[in-house]
């Protein structure tokens, strides 16, 4: 059965609050969301309302509003449509042309950016290449005829071994430190090679 009320008191934040009957009585509880959509319920508004048993409390519920008409029920006049004016059609195409305008220079700029990084790259990796493929200059050729001529002397001779676990002797460690390129044998640089070596 419908009962008619008004709002007595709403707490936003909490999104409840109390409507006393037109009949008198006690107030009833409601909530937010038992109330119409729209408009934040006002103090004082006129409602018809079914009241519920919701556990041991009773509440209300199927809220209607009758200090605001529903939304169903309010006329309001069709637009009228008018055409747009050609200056405002003028304007558009302008803006279109500027915005394709702009458009396209911003892709030229970044072509123009990834072009200057993959030159610069391509030109890098080009010359790298040039420098490996290199014939071996004359005298890159002699220093290591030289070696190899001392290398026979001594019984020694460059093999590509750069670590102390490869050698076989103290003697043998110095002779490569002296004579062979990228040995890892000195560590401090001072021709002394393998000094922490505990075979020697």
């Keep these: 059965m419908s009962k008619s009320g008004r709002i007595k008191n709403y707490n936003q934040e ?11 009585g006690r107030d009833i509880f409601f909530h937010i969301k038992d109330f119409p959509k729209g408009i934040l319920p006002q103090l004082g508004e006129k409602l018809t309302f079914k009241i519920v048993q919701d556990g041991h409390k009773t509440k209300a519920t199927d809220i209607v509003r009758l200090d ?21 059609v003028l304007n558009k195409n302008n803006r279109s042309k500027q915005s394709s305008i702009f458009s396209t220079m911003v892709f030229m700029v970044c072509v123009a950016v990834f072009a200057y990084f993959a030159g610069g790259y391509i030109q890098s990796f080009v010359q790298r290449y040039k420098l490996s493929n290199q014939v071996v200059n004359q005298q890159t050729l002699d220093h290591a005829n030289r070696q190899a001529m001392v290398s026979d002397t001594n019984n020694f001779k460059c093999d590509g071994r750069i670590h102390c676990s490869q050698m076989t002797s103290k003697a043998e460690a110095d002779w490569f430190v002296r004579n062979c390129p990228g040995t890892k044998m000195d560590g401090d640089g001072d021709g002394d090679a393998c000094e922490n070596d505990s075979r020697w």
Excluded at 14 to 24: C, D, K, V, W
Excluded at 68 to 88: F, G, L, Q
Aim: charged fraction near 30%.
């Design 14 to 24: 909490r999104g409840f609050g109390f409507i006393s009957l037109e009949e008198g």
């Design 68 to 88: 605001y008409p529903s939304e169903k029920y309010v006329y309001t006049s069709p637009e009228r449509y008018s055409a747009p004016s050609k200056k405002a």
